[in-house]
């Protein structure tokens, strides 16, 4: 997914994409413990049940599902300049 930028206004905005509910802790990271690599990928490009599951088992990833995020509400965040 391509970020798009939108030069008609007087304040440059960038559209981000809105994020997946899925979440990621990455080699042997643990939601209890979170010291580690967090992923969170694009809204519709999670991997499906096979795909975690064998990133369980071969790189002790785990996947967790949580609320959506307040800033994944939002579509537009200004440039600060």
Not at 38 to 46: F, I, L, N, T
Not at 56 to 78: A, G, S
């Amino acid at each position: 997914m391509e970020r798009k930028i939108i030069n008609d206004d007087p304040m440059p905005s960038i559209y981000n994409p809105k994020m997946s509910q899925w979440e990621c802790y990455m080699f042997g990271n643990h939601p209890e413990i979170n010291n580690g690599f967090r992923y969170r990928p694009v809204k519709g490009q999670a991997p499906g049940f096979f795909i975690r599951f064998m990133m369980k088992i071969c790189f002790d990833c785990t996947w967790v599902k949580t609320p959506p995020l307040k800033q994944d509400e939002r579509e537009v965040m200004p440039m600060s300049s």
